[in-house]
């Protein structure tokens, strides 16, 4: 994809997003229902779109809500549901449309209040953390959750996301039900749907509001070293993203004695604070250096910076020494640290990572004695090893990540922005050196790895041939100039189908998959020979996946 000419710039008035209209046509706009592309479909990172194309409509989120309604009836799921939504300008008309459907299905619905400096937002971390924290108290029935997001999407998207009792992200057993049913009941014009109006909710209590905030943060000191970074008086600049972190940062500061600057407070729907993205578009994308380029640009005013995405579940460590973190980069830091200074860790934990992440995380867990727990791409694959502490810490190459409290206990199941830039403050409080540094001394012990992503624009169709590709798509015995050593279609940690095909030399691989949100399929490549054998890597991806495809 070519680089944007407005790319690290100012959003410009014109692709500002209609905030009114947007909402209009959420509900307003009718899904056609005979057209796959506006179903539901939960991917990796649960049902998005936008009601722009209707793709994401109160039509849809409606019956989604009855569908779940149903799921949890029939799972016994008889606790609260806690529902969180981000800043996005299709979070809170899709809030209002699951309440009433799932508050007329007699489901306990609890949302955060709004009279404090969450504002009323919740990051998904936060969800996870409640969810977990009210069933280890022991109550009759268990609690589960809902966070309304798109992520780092662009302002004009919409995002469902949902989490069963163990807190993180559900599995593609539940996603199936609940996304068949959903269309069902959409076939059926959503006749189904059991809805109650919200002033009649709210009139007669049956909306609970409480706070999720101030328990995260009071529970910060069991999962981060909080003393030892105000010891240190680092000084830390945060930037939310507009996002649904962004009372977070001023309460966890003045609770911690740390000196934490929000360098941008703004809630804006429209995101028009925002950097452009490397295509020009507006992208709340933590890991990327475009989208990044205001809080880039004041790194030298900080001991170290970091940025969130809208729902705080992703995470951008801005470092004076070599500025923004590749996140693979960060992921293997955090590894080497967490697994050298967590003494009451069990020595049997395993490193959580996924098939796509960099190959620096093998060497390093190898040189750790730690075993690998290789997965597919999506974070639900993590929650049962996070859950059973059998994983310590667990990662994505999108800039996620989760580990477990100082003491080897869960802290959460879903990824955590906010325990993750915590850690880099910790990090270099404690060794004296910030993350970038320390990526250099791992360099330094094992090579250099080139990495790259490439995104393609991919139909329905085109995705799902990649999806349905084996271990025969590959004849071929070399690979960029080297001979192949291993062809997966399966993650080693746990056998589940990884949606594509990853190609491995002992100096480098590539992986294609379809992306699970977005019309896109994504071709992922490492080299440790250097960028032009990792161009090499690309071009024969690229070369293997027009051939599927055609």
């Known amino acids: 994809m070519a680089l944007h000419p407005e790319a690290g710039k100012p959003a410009s008035p014109e692709q500002l997003i209609n905030v009114p209209e947007l909402i209009t046509q959420y509900f307003s706009y009718q899904p056609d229902k005979n057209d796959p592309a506006q179903a539901v479909s939960f991917g990796t990172s649960g049902h998005r779109g936008t009601a722009q194309n209707a793709t994401f409509t109160d039509v849809h989120i409606a019956a989604i809500c009855q569908a779940l309604a149903e799921y949890r009836e029939g799972e016994k799921i008889t606790g609260p549901l806690y529902i969180g939504k981000d800043t996005h300008a299709l979070s809170e008309p899709a809030m209002i449309t699951a309440i009433e459907v799932l508050a007329a299905n007699g489901v306990q619905v609890v949302i955060q209040r709004s009279d404090n400096a969450s504002r009323g937002y919740t990051p998904t971390p936060v969800i996870s953390r409640t969810i977990i924290r009210y069933n280890r108290e022991g109550h009759d029935g268990l609690a589960d959750g809902i966070v309304i997001t798109p992520s780092h999407n662009p302002p004009s998207d919409g995002g469902f996301k949902y989490n069963p009792p163990h807190g993180g992200p559900a599995d593609s057993n539940v996603t199936s039900l609940i996304q068949d049913r959903a269309n069902a009941i959409i ?26 905030m101030e328990p995260y943060i009071d529970d910060l000191a069991d999962v981060v070293d909080m003393a030892v970074i105000a010891k240190a008086k680092l000084k830390l600049g945060a930037d939310p993203l507009g996002g649904a972190g962004v009372g977070y940062w001023d309460r966890i500061a003045e609770k911690y004695g740390l000196d934490i600057t929000v360098v941008n407070e703004k809630v804006d729907p429209q995101f028009g604070f925002m950097r452009r993205d490397k295509d020009g578009k507006l992208r709340m994308d933590c890991s990327s250096a ?21 729902d705080f579940d992703r995470h951008g460590i801005v470092c004076p020494s070599n500025g923004l973190m590749n996140p693979n980069h960060y992921l293997a830091v955090a590894i080497n640290y967490l ?21 620096m995380i093998d060497r390093v867990a190898a040189n750790l004695g730690r075993e690998i727990a290789e997965m597919p791409v999506g974070f639900k694959w993590f929650v049962s090893g996070l859950s059973d502490q059998e994983i310590g810490f667990a990662g994505e190459e999108s800039a996620g990540g989760i580990y477990l409290q100082k003491d080897g206990q869960t802290w959460a199941t879903d990824k955590d922005g906010f325990i993750m830039c915590l850690l880099a403050a910790e990090i270099l409080a404690v060794t004296g050196k910030d993350p970038g540094e320390h990526y250099a001394d791992l360099e330094t012990q094992f090579g250099s790895p080139c990495y790259q992503r490439v995104d393609v ?6 995705k799902a041939k990649l999806s349905a590709m084996d271990k025969s798509v590959v ?4 690979l960029a100039g080297e001979p192949i050593t291993a062809v997966q279609t399966h ?3 746990n056998n589940a189908a990884i949606g594509g095909v990853k190609v491995s030399t002992e100096n480098g691989w590539f992986a294609a998959r379809p992306s699970g949100t977005e019309q896109i399929y994504k071709i992922y490549a490492e080299s440790f020979n250097g960028e032009s054998h990792l161009q090499s890597l690309i071009k024969e991806a690229e070369e293997l996946v027009a051939k599927i495809i055609k």
């Not at 014009?189 to 706070?211: F, H, S, T, Y």
Request: hydrophobic share 35%; proline share 5%.
């Open 491 to 493: 993650a080693p940690g």
């Open 339 to 359: 697994y050298s200074h967590r003494p009451d860790w069990s020595a049997s934990m395993k490193i959580g990572k996924t098939l796509v992440s960099s190959s």
């Open 475 to 478: 004849t071929s015995e070399q």
């Open 290 to 310: 475009y989208a990044m380029a205001g809080l880039i640009e004041l790194k030298d005013q900080f001991d170290l910076a970091w940025g969130n995405d809208p």
């Open 187 to 212: 076939a059926q014009d959503n006749q189904e749907v059991k809805r109650l109006p919200i002033q009649q909710l709210l009139a007669e209590n049956k909306v609970c509001q409480a706070d999720f």
């Open 457 to 462: 624009a991919a139909s329905l169709e085109e």
